[in-house]
């Protein structure tokens, strides 16, 4: 019995040994390099039981393929209108191809460093063909963040994935902010394009207001001029009819009418403070005498 017990004992602890020596477990959202000697031989990135050969023949390097995030470092960009500005992003990425992660990074924190500095170069490269108003503006017609942002990410995440291995899932910005010795003169160079938006709408308002002016003007003297033309149209009718009277008048008793009308220059040309030394036999005056009723 006892030897049953030894026997049985001996079993156990081969397959123990076995299973620890000769496999390994991958788990989810995981991936494993094996590698013999320093030379990759198999890369497995399916959960589950795989086999090896026991140290010091195998080596099994796990990684975690999930989503990793990560800020980028505070760094200074000089856009293309030779402004600082501080911009900070944000990135997600993960583990596309293990073996070349392996063996061109090797670690998570190689790979913060190595994305931080990639991410910092294609920042300078992409930010230097804008000017500060794509980011900053009161026109939101100037600003171009998300195309800023998508170049950023395309370039990043294609060289990514061509040296390291890493695939970029996103890359936005995150912060945006400029230097102290900067600001001062950035709210200046602002000012000044809101002064030229200025000056150029009084400009406007003035030529507008020449061209109303104007225009009301011109008007206006057509209306006085139109309106002059028909006082004399209506002066001339009257003057017309006045005579036709004045004739059909005289026709009717011409004695009567010349009468009349030197009473009518008489009483136009005299008032009571009015004193005239003229002969009375002459006319309009001969009226008073008698003279102008023959």
């Known amino acids: 019995m006892k030897k049953i017990y030894k026997v049985l004992f001996i079993a156990v602890f081969a397959v123990i040994l076995a299973s620890v020596g000769f496999t390994f477990t991958v788990r989810e959202g995981s991936c494993a390099v094996v590698s013999r ?11 589950g039981l795989h086999g090896k050969l026991p140290w010091p023949f195998d080596q099994v390097i796990p990684y975690d393929t999930r989503n990793q995030y ?9 856009t293309n209108d030779k402004i600082n500005i501080i911009l900070q992003t944000y990135l997600v990425w993960n583990i596309a191809d293990p073996q070349l992660f392996h063996t061109s990074i090797g670690d998570y924190e190689a790979a913060q460093r190595h994305l931080n500095d990639l991410v910092a170069n294609t920042k300078n490269g992409v930010l230097g063909n804008y000017k500060l108003s794509a980011l900053v503006s009161t026109n939101l017609e100037d600003i171009r963040i998300d195309e800023i942002s998508q170049a950023i990410e395309e370039q990043v995440a294609q060289a990514a994935l061509r040296n390291y291995g890493i695939r970029v899932q996103a890359l936005k910005i995150k912060r945006l902010a400029l230097p102290d010795a900067n ?6 160079q602002m000012s000044a394009d809101r002064q030229k938006y200025v000056t150029q709408y009084l400009a406007e308002g003035d030529r507008d207001a020449a061209i109303i002016l104007g225009e009301a003007n011109a008007k206006a003297a057509e209306i006085v001029a139109q309106g002059k033309l028909e006082a004399a149209e209506i002066n001339a009718e009257t003057e017309r009819q006045v005579a036709e009277i004045y004739g059909e008048a005289y026709d009717k008793n011409s004695e009567l009418f010349i009468f009349l009308k030197k009473l009518i220059a008489l009483e136009n040309s005299a008032n009571p403070d009015t004193v005239l030394i003229l002969r009375a036999s002459e006319s309009p005056f001969d009226v008073m005498t008698g003279g102008g009723a023959r």
């Not at 000697?37 to 959960?47: P, Q, R």
């Not at 990560?70 to 000089?78: I, P």
């Open 70 to 78: 990560m800020d980028s470092g505070y760094t200074e960009t000089l």
């Open 37 to 47: 000697f320093g030379k990759i031989v198999a890369v497995y990135t399916g959960a």
């Open 183 to 188: 600001i001062q003169s950035v709210f200046a």
